[in-house]
């Protein structure tokens, strides 16, 4: 077999052989090989666009492992405005899901993960809204500093910067700023103030990445004028794994978890392609490297280390790796000889790791536990291991933040365990673990990030590592490590985490929003978490002076690290409606502690902790509710549940395999979460027994489902057409159709104000079509739009009703909006609430 066909993807394979993100890279020797292959391609791509999936992992795949090309994927936002098919995680918690499962998706496909500031706040309708939003010249520095920061010879935008208002705003806003950033990345009077990192960087030219779907149709596609189109067959098969591009691309894709984004691989030719738009244009438009030079003599004085690696690579011995080392070394210690900063930096980072693969030099960090808190002792467990007949030798570990050498000058021989311990003490002044673009309070449009050089990276930023540094060959190479936790899982087997930062101590209100409908006090549970061993103090309840308290503090003694205790504070609401924020605070030797620890845990991704302040939101709200017994059959993902319990109702969660007529025999009203008829599928069964539940005088209540995949067909017992139709301004005027239904007006009045303070979107997915057995309650529109009157939909069937609606009530009942909780009642109690037959309600 010729070597050029022992080409694989080395990340992809790693990715499928563990689980777990932290866990120790093993590679075997076809992909080490592929590595050594990679390390004399110094060429780059920087593919744009605006949210996680937006990215084409097909290209993304081709470029880095067929081309190996550096490939970067720049998601101008961390997708915190989508909805959740996995869980309830909404805004900021679903963005930090979604830039793990971005990070994943790379580890599959060979790309690198980049971001800018801009906060993902939901659907816009235009580039225009989403410049209004987002800071315009903070999102253009952003992509400025990337082009400077990555310095690609090319430029792949997976959007038409001409096509305002005919995709999602963001969709173009990044086609637009990425073309505008264009020549500004080279001109050194644009973000002076980058330029202490950075240098000025123009790239060589500048595409769009453009497919039938952008024309309407394949038909359309076919018979357009293709002359100013790059083609590129992107349907590789690499017979070393046993898989085609397409195939690896669809696994990178299936990492969008959250978004239900599993794709099936495709075999076969394919093509790919790209309009020109910016730079040198294409003589041969099958090369977009043409007159780049991508082999090592573009750096200065690195032409033999081009041909030292071409060397290593045509003798690479498949059943003896180590065999390559002596060169490999060799490389490593040219490129420290060199001037140049980029790529130098960049392949001395890949070499080093081709180096411990070669020779299975296993080095690891091991915390004792997996929190610690700031200045306290971490006892590490070290293990080093060179699986070779090279020898090598330990010099000494260096730990980070601390910047501590311990010398070790320990022989490390062919497969001979080397382990020793090391107590690391940590700064009092190190950071908590944390995503940090959510350290600081940002607006509906940006995250803060003031440090420049934080802007852009993927992923938390952790400090606390070792570095190993190993004499090979007479060369000392340093080896960084970040400090792991590991432990044994009886079924999973060996499980790894990283090691978390964490304050002393945490709190949290149980409830985020709570209710109050009348005077009366109620109980309050706040959770309280030791973040070390033998912690002590007090926490109090902090809310405004017309709220009273009871008691002011409750003491607190936690004996060890990881122990919980729930606490209770009664709460006395105003005489008056009033909306306030609550604070959880533990009081330890007058210093406060006010954060709430939330952990984010799939299998799919690394365990991520988020730091929130430990708030929630108190209202006291004049809201009247029956006593109906509500059954609740989850969809997507969503709080609605919860908020249901606030409202008084008793809620039962049904599960669509378990509906049968007896089963809903008790209930009142049957609720569908949102998306219920997109990813439940056991629902297409049944419907009959549902729609036979209103037609006996039970109400049913459909949330929002998308028009794609709905299941069943008839989702309503009469004609009912979901569209994409949706109003994105959340202050939008909303009209009211039927102002005397009863669903207006009982038990609640409903007026204007409970449109007032919804959060991110009115609704979304309305149905544009549907029977005149519906009565519309509803209309709104966002601005220079038409009026959408299918926000709302009422319709009587048999004794009871259905109703559907595209309101957003997944997001304005956990954001604690107050109209958002009035509506819904009505919706709930409307059979009690109809005296007179729903014919004469109509408008």
Known sequence: MQKKH?????VFLFCFQITIAQQHQKPNAVEIYNQIQKLNFLGSVLYIAAHPDDENTRLISYLSNETKARTGYLSLTRGDGGQNLIGPQLRELLGVIRTQE????????????????????????????TLEIWDKQKVLSDIVWAIRKFQPDVIINRFDHRSAGTTHGHHTASAMLSVESFDLANNPAIFPEQLKSVQPWQTKRQFFNTSWWFYGSKEKFDAADKSNLSEMQIGTYFPSI???????????????????????????????????????????????????DTSWNRVKGGK??????????????????SASIPNLVKAYTMMQALDEKHWVTLKSTAIKEIIAACSGLYLEAVAQNQEATPGSIVKLKLEAINRSAIPMQLISITTLPEQKNTPQNLPLNNNILKNSTLDVQLPTTIDYTQPYWLKEKGTIGMYAVEEQKNIGIPDIIRVAKVI?????????????????????DDVKGEMYNYLDIVPEITTGILDKVSLFKDNKNKTVAVKIKAGKDAVKGNIQLELPNNWVVSPKLIPFNLEKKGIEQIVYFEVTPPNQPDEAVAKSVAIIDNIRYDKDQIIIDYNHITKQQVLKPAEAKFIKLNLKTNEEKIGYIMGAGDEVPESLTQMGYKVTLLKAEEITPEKLASLDVVITGVRAYNTVHALANKQSILLEFVKEGKTMLVQYNTPDDIVPVNIA??????????????NAEVRFLAPDHPIMNSPNKITSKDFE???????????????????????SNDKGETPKDGAL??????????????????????EGVPGAFRLLSNMISLKSAVTIPAEKIKP
């Open 102 to 129: 971005l990070i994943e998706a790379r580890k599959i496909d060979g790309g690198e993960q980049f971001f800018s500031r801009a906060n993902d706040f939901g659907y816009s309708k235009n580039p225009t809204e």
């Open 304 to 321: 033999p280390i081009g041909e030292l690696v071409a060397t290593i690579a045509s003798e690479f011995d498949h059943t003896n790796p």
């Open 468 to 488: 190993f540094n190993i004499q090979i060959n007479g060369v000392e190479i340093p080896f960084e490590r970040t400090a792991i936790y590991k432990y044994n």
């Open 6 to 10: 022992l080409q694989t993807i080395a």
């Open 242 to 292: 046993g898989k085609s591009n397409q195939e690896i691309a669809a696994l990178s894709r299936s990492r969008h978890q959250s978004q239900g984004f599993g794709s099936t691989g495709s075999r076969g030719e394919e093509t790919e392609y790209l309009e020109f738009i910016n730079g040198e244009a294409l003589k041969n438009k099958s090369s977009l490297f043409e007159g780049i």
């Open 793 to 814: 939909l009422v319709a009587p069937y048999g004794k009871g009703y259905y109703i559907y609606t595209g309101l957003s009530f997944f997001r304005e009942l956990p």
């Open 717 to 730: 017992p009469f004609s009912l057409k979901i569209s994409r139709d949706r109003v994105t301004e959340e």
């Open 757 to 779: 303070g919804w959060k991110q979107e009115q609704g979304l997915y309305y149905p544009k079509e549907f029977d005149k057995a519906f009565t519309p309650i509803l209309s």
